[in-house]
């Protein structure tokens, strides 16, 4: 059997772009023969599997612009897609459903992806788009059960259903909990808005020893370092950059709470991860996606709650691992195994 | 039990109330005798749940008045005419001539409109073809006396007038008769204007649903609805094929992608000129705000300056000296690539690059707690294309004007702007800190005597622009507690909409499209707002202000964000109730007294810079180079 992920751009580092060269190499260790298409080359390529199982399609070097140019591409892809067999198609983001959908040959079955949550949706174009493309898909997948039933009910979908994302790997390790660190990990965007992170972290009480440390790197950084001054926090956040994935485990055992501030979460891999090692985390209660994880929940965008959660934490390491012992626990059906059984019983679904 | 029961009036009995003006007497009559007998049995007070109309439809049916019904169930639907007659006895209204406690209308407030938007009836009397054109009869009823002695009157088809003339008839009211072309697709209404001030109000004509269409060669006269109106509806032509040729083709050409071509092109190959200046306010809403304050001080020195406004739509409220230009129309392009000067308070079309010797002065259109920028919600996504953009659109501009240090600390960060700054106050201001009126609201709103006017203009919600959701008091419950003493003056957000029901109308007046909102700053005696940036101009003024926030955790947290804590800044009362409005509306000199420390921290936060003077600095300023 056949499956073809379609992303916009399938090799810059991100979400969407993790998750889907995780289920591709999981699928083809099961066999099955798996293509993973990027739209446009990107501008930096990051590497998420050393050696590849399945066979990577890059369809323009830069981002198509005018009619014409998008034709050729049109043309470029379709040939593609009529010489794979038959199978599945998985569109990664709405923007692909919509390029790629009326292009699929008949023996491809199209399933739609969302990487993003319902109130992601509702705030930008994305809600019209699926609105739009999504109901003829043969199925819709999003991050969790309540952002499903909301798009099922919001974007009027017959064909919506749930399905995580997985974790890469299933660390053997826990983190001890002991050492007076605080974990924020993501790109330094407007999205992430660590400047909320920071914030509650200086309101939070932490006692002296404890330091905030921030892994990624963005735009944002100047701003999140005048931030950090003007909070009175500047010597105890440390400004990490970014970390290679195979060395994210350290950080995840080096650290004892994990914090969440972002404007919108769909389900984060940071959740998933900090879960799977152990470590307890706060975050704000912004999708179905990050209640499932085990996280500590606060009200959106409540700094001040999240402050005094962050600082409960903090001070009791009992209740620390009682939360991450919890969350761990929680992690285990996010195992690649178990995503991966999910998506073969997805495919057969659509086949029946 | 009771449920069911106002269930039945509320939805079973509209099903065939609505359409009962179709039904011939003999019909409705066993319809009433059906219905009759379950009416008797209901209690009072499940009358008391529905409509008034409704009401009246049912004591017309137990009281068997045939012909009156059929009357009263036209105005359930459709026009919602009111009906012939009405009777007003002890502040109350009764609907036809004689008073029952069933046929009481007073909650509709149709007897307290103000003119223009007062109710009459126009029914079709007779209606005949006469050649190529329409011969009608119309009688006119003014059941609530709301037409004074002196008036004219006309029938409007479309935007042409037909002047018309109402003779008294034998059994009160009016009969006109009226011969015109149909032509176009309209619904006719008839007008009158009072003469003594020039206020106009209209109604439609209400005619039998089962009158002969008649068809003529420039349209067909008929009518739609249960409770039919009259509407002309044009003959079906053939369009030739060069103009759908020609529409096809423009359609094909004119694509904003094209426009953009193009003007990359133009600024390439075309001087820019100096003394061109091309003016815009509110993405071409209108001419107002800081734009034309600057525009005016321009003029009134006399300046070189040829100036162009853009507008979207709505022409009305510009000079009729000002040299106008469509916004997104070729022309516009083309003046965009051509001007040397650019002046807007918004933003020209984000993706159009500034030119090369072009100056760009962008004067904003307010300050306050709402975050912006960056920070705001069209931003804040996880995408950096419209980041980008705004980021290209803000490195456009050349001078910004800057109402205050707190807009200064707040907005150039969180829109990425280092350019130049000009602080001398808002040129919006200027007309507030003058006290400079050019326009009565209080007659051209027709505000009572006696009744003060509280100016009532929330912000919009981010996810829920046009749907009416930023007003959020009771108005209702307003309109009975204080119509004696206030009236309601409600201007929403340009990215709103909303309209008041007409049961309010006597107390609410819609002044959305209000030309200038300094006008209704200067005219009202209090404001009552929720996060809008119009705080920050009122306080100009030093009058009354009272903030509607019962959606502030929402709002602060998930909705749009802040930068300051407005309970804590705010200079009035921060309500969440419309009872407590009430109470505060009623002891307000002294409630406003109580605030008036935390008003002065307020205005040397927002207006500490407001001279009534900065249009004229600016103008100075930036126009002095251009106009040498």
């Known amino acids: ?352 | 039990m009771p449920h069911r029961q106002y269930r039945f009036l509320r939805q079973d009995l509209r099903v065939y109330l609505n359409p009962l003006p179709l039904r011939d007497a003999v019909w409705v009559k066993e319809f009433a005798a059906i219905v009759r007998p379950y009416l008797e049995e209901l209690p009072a007070e499940v009358f008391e749940r529905v409509g008034p109309l409704d009401r009246v439809c049912c004591r017309l049916i137990l009281d068997d008045r045939v012909e009156d019904l059929r009357i009263a169930a036209g105005s359930l639907t459709g026009p919602h005419a009111p009906p012939r007659a009405a009777v007003q006895v002890g502040g109350r209204t009764y609907w036809g001539t004689t008073v029952a406690p069933g046929l009481d209308i007073t909650a509709l407030r149709l007897a307290e409109l103000p003119f223009s938007a007062s109710r009459l009836r126009h029914e079709v009397a007779a209606l005949v073809s006469d050649g190529e054109r329409v011969r009608m009869t119309v009688r006119t009823y003014d059941p609530f006396g709301a037409l004074p002695s002196e008036w004219s009157a006309f029938l409007q088809l479309g935007k042409v007038r037909i002047p018309i003339s109402p003779e008294p008839s034998g059994e009160g009211g009016y009969v006109s008769t009226v011969t015109f072309t149909p032509r176009g697709r309209c619904e006719p209404r008839i007008g009158f204007t009072r003469t003594s001030d020039g206020h106009t109000t209209t109604d439609r004509i209400i005619a039998d649903p089962h009158t002969e269409p008649i068809e003529l060669p420039g349209g067909t006269v008929t009518t739609e609805g249960y409770a039919a109106y009259l509407c002309v509806r044009p003959a079906p032509a053939a369009r030739s094929l060069w103009r759908r040729v020609r529409r096809r083709l423009i359609k094909r050409v004119s694509t904003p992608a094209n426009k953009l071509r193009a003007y990359k092109v133009l600024i390439r190959v075309l001087p820019r000129r100096r003394n061109l200046a091309l003016f815009e306010s509110d993405v071409g809403k209108g001419y107002n705000g800081s734009p034309r304050a600057i525009y005016e001080e321009i003029r009134r020195r006399g300046l070189p300056i040829e100036a162009v406004w853009s507008v979207a739509k709505g022409r009305a409220s510009f000079p009729s000296d000002v040299r106008l230009v469509r916004r997104g129309s070729w022309r516009y392009v083309y003046t965009l690539a051509r001007a040397g000067i650019w002046v807007d308070s918004h933003g020209f079309p984000l993706d159009y690059p500034k030119p090369k010797g072009t100056r760009y002065l962008q004067t904003w259109h307010g300050q306050g707690i709402k975050s912006i920028g960056f920070d705001a919600p069209d931003l804040r996504g996880d995408f950096d294309g419209p980041r980008a953009q705004w980021r290209a659109a803000v490195a456009r501009w050349d001078a910004l004007v800057s109402p205050s240090a707190e807009f200064s600390r707040v907005f150039l960060p969180s829109n990425g702007y280092a350019g130049k700054v000009y602080r001398c106050g808002t040129p919006r201001c200027d007309a507030l800190v003058q006290a400079r009126r050019t326009d009565d609201v209080r007659e051209r709103l027709e505000v009572p005597p006696g009744r003060q006017i509280l100016l009532y203009a929330p912000t919009y919600r981010d996810r829920a622009k046009n749907s009416g959701k930023s007003i959020r008091v009771d108005l209702e419950l307003l309109a009975e507690e204080l119509a004696q003493d206030w009236v309601v003056v409600l201007r929403t957000h340009p990215v709103e909409r909303y309209s008041p029901p007409e049961h309010l109308r006597h107390f609410v007046r819609d002044a959305s499209s209000y030309p200038e909102i300094n006008e209704l700053i200067l005219a009202s005696d209090a404001l009552l707002t929720d996060y809008s940036s119009v705080m920050c101009d009122y306080a100009v003024t030093g009058k009354p202000m009272i903030f509607f926030i019962d959606d502030w955790d929402d709002y602060r947290l998930s909705e749009r964000g802040v930068y300051h804590d407005l309970p804590s800044i705010a200079p009035g009362p921060c309500l969440t109730t419309t009872e407590d409005l009430v109470t505060v509306l009623r002891a307000l000199p002294a409630v406003h007294e109580t605030y008036a420390e935390r008003y002065a921290a307020f205005r040397d936060l927002w207006c500490a810079d407001e001279h009534g003077d900065a249009a004229a600095r600016i103008v100075t300023d930036f126009f002095g180079q251009a106009a040498r």
């Open chain 1, 1 to 352: 059997m056949t499956v073809v992920f379609t992303c916009l751009d399938a090799d810059t580092l991100g979400g969407i772009q993790q998750v889907t060269h995780t289920l591709a190499q999981g699928l083809a260790e099961r066999g099955h023969e798996v293509h993973v298409i990027g739209l446009q080359r990107a501008a930096t390529p990051f590497r998420y599997v050393d050696r590849p199982l399945y066979h990577h399609h890059v369809i323009s070097n830069r981002p198509v612009t005018g009619g014409l140019a998008r034709r050729r591409a049109d043309r470029r892809l379709k040939a593609l897609l009529g010489e794979v067999g038959p199978g599945y198609a998985v569109l990664t983001s709405p923007s692909v459903v919509a390029r790629t959908a009326r292009l699929l040959p008949g023996s491809l079955r199209p399933i739609g992806q969302y990487h993003g949550s319902y109130d992601h949706a509702r705030d930008c174009w994305h809600l019209a788009s699926i609105r739009r493309h999504y109901p003829e898909l043969d199925q819709a997948v999003f991050l969790s059960e309540d952002d499903a039933r909301l798009f099922s009910e919001h974007a009027l979908l017959p064909n919506a259903c749930a399905l995580p994302n997985p974790l890469a790997a299933w660390p053997g390790a826990m983190s001890v909990l002991e050492s007076p660190r605080v974990l924020g990990v993501g790109r330094l965007e407007g999205v992430k808005r660590f400047d909320r992170l920071i914030t509650a972290f200086a309101r939070s009480g932490a006692p002296e020893p404890w330091e905030l440390h921030l892994v990624g790197s963005g735009a944002e950084l100047p701003r999140l370092r005048a931030h950090a001054r003007r909070e009175g926090v500047d010597g105890r956040v440390v400004f990490r950059g970014a970390v290679p994935a195979a060395a994210m485990s350290a950080e995840y055992l080096a650290a004892s709470v994990v914090g969440l501030t972002s404007e919108y979460e769909g389900l984060p891999v940071v959740l998933l991860e900090a879960a799977a090692h152990g470590v307890p985390a706060v975050a704000f209660d912004v999708s179905g996606g990050v209640r499932s994880t085990g996280a500590v929940l606060v009200p959106p965008g409540d700094v001040d709650a999240f402050a005094v959660e962050l600082g409960r934490l903090v001070d009791d390491e009992e209740e620390r691992r009682r939360v991450g012992a919890d969350a761990r626990a929680r992690a285990e059906s996010f195992v690649l195994d178990h995503v991966l059984d999910k998506w073969e019983a997805l495919f057969a679904h659509v086949e029946r």
